[in-house]
């Protein structure tokens, strides 16, 4: 009887490991092709017959005027994207396809400005940044900021983040939720 848990056991396992393989084939499929709506737009490009083609875009950007005034298509340029992340900036998100899989966007650090400091009660410093962005020293030396210096807050090793505050040296902090 013992066997034949481990065997149940092992197939549970493995099948847990091969299904996010294929999820995230799905994932990236789904990342890479345009929304259908979309895509009824760029097939217009094909019909031969000039009025043909104009009765095609006509119909096909009446569908997607709709779509976006009903919130099903939502249309973003580049700048919103990098200006999203850098919103988003040190909060660990599941790995979701919002922003269409676009890696060349990618944030690393952001710079500000101390909205204000306090000491928490473990006698560490929480950082409010101008953004809204609330950010904890979690180890290092004391620092002593004042509202209006620069920080900067950089991705470090490991999934960690590091500050400048005001070109001293780093420590290391955490973001915490708003």
Do not use: H
């Not at 066997?3 to 789904?30: C, E, I, M």
């Not at 094909?46 to 976006?68: E, N």
């Amino acid at each position: 009887m013992a066997k034949t848990a481990r065997v149940a056991f092992y197939s549970l396992v493995f099948a847990s490991l091969s299904a996010p393989v294929g999820a995230k084939d799905k994932d990236k499929d789904l990342a890479t092709a345009p929304p259908a709506i979309f895509q009824g737009v760029l097939d217009c490009r094909s019909v031969a017959d000039a009025a043909a083609r104009l009765a095609c875009f006509d119909k096909s950007v009446a569908v997607m005027a709709d779509a976006t005034a009903k919130k099903d298509l939502v249309v973003i340029d580049r700048a919103t994207i990098r200006e999203t992340k850098r919103g988003l900036f040190g909060i660990s998100l599941p790995s979701i396809k919002i922003f269409g899989g676009n890696d060349d966007v990618e944030v690393n650090q952001i710079e500000s400005t101390l909205t204000s400091a306090r000491s928490s009660s473990d006698g560490l410093t929480v950082f409010l940044l101008a953004d809204g962005s609330r950010w904890k020293q979690t180890e290092g030396r004391y620092t002593y900021p004042k509202p209006g210096q620069k920080i900067v807050v950089k991705r470090g090793a490991l999934g960690g983040f590091l500050a400048n505050v005001n070109d001293q040296p780093a420590v290391r902090v955490m973001r915490l939720a708003d």
